[in-house]
């Protein structure tokens, strides 16, 4: 059984999930991007939720939201379900689990700092994985460019899976638009945060490039992660010490690099448990 989760209105998370067995089920194309893009945007929508920035990457995609109602299960629920049914169909009509098993990671961002380093965590990560130099070449769905010119990706209902008659949960056009919700700019203007948005991914921008040089790799590409066959996945090596620790580590429930913040989260986090435990008991 797998913890307990505190859901709180008014949280900022990031959601991570993956492909099934890692493979390249969200492989960029047109009707993967206007699917995604799709079933996120009427998700969000539907409960409420506030995405900051997203990115889909060819077997895992990454998220920032905010909570305002306290809805995102409901909201992961949705738009999970929905993505993976429509992909399935478009991936030569697959029967399988579209998403891995394990649980979705929800991480709970504990500040106004981590939320920054989260969203260009979230954007620049084709660059991370050495796909493309530069987060706004790759071609999945990345919204740095929309984030930062306030623009909102336009995107028509997909055909192959939803009903033809639009509906009011399934409108026949929808806009995917990224927001900055007055907790996260905490007195600042929106030119400030995304400023400060820009630096962070400047300096992510250059920490990869270097790194990847240094380690003489070159950059995948955009046409060949268009090319890449759906029924692949990324090469690992068992053997491979960072294969290892990325397999045993524990995934983390909340981010802040103040220490007095994590002490706080801790704790809060301790007394949750408990009391979960002892409710629990008391209906067994």
Known sequence: MTRPREVVPGRFYLITRRCAQRQFLLRPDKVTNDVFAYCLATSADHYKIDVIAT?????????????????????????????????????????????????????????????????????????????????????????????????AIKVRRPRMFFRPIATERQPDEVELRMKLPPELL??????????????????????WLAHHAKKGR??????RARTQSWEDFPPQDPNHRQWKLKRNRVKPTRATRDKLRQQECAARSREFRAAYREARAAQL
């Open 186 to 207: 905490n007195g600042r203007t929106r030119a400030e945060l995304l400023a400060d948005i820009k630096d962070h991914m400047d300096f992510a921008h250059e920490y």
């Open 218 to 223: 070159r950059p995948v590409g955009r046409d």
């Open 55 to 151: 990115c889909a990457m060819s077997n895992h995609h990454h998220t920032v939201i905010f909570d305002r109602d306290g809805r995102y299960p409901e909201f992961l629920e949705n738009f999970h379900r929905l993505t993976a049914r429509c992909m399935n169909l478009v991936r030569n009509k697959r029967r399988e689990n579209f998403w891995s098993s394990e649980q979705v990671n929800v991480v709970w961002l504990a500040d106004r700092a981590a939320v920054i380093e989260k969203i260009c965590y979230t954007l620049v990560n084709p660059v991370r994985h050495n796909m493309v130099a530069d987060a706004r070449q790759w071609p999945g769905v990345n919204t740095y460019r929309n984030l930062m010119n306030g623009t």
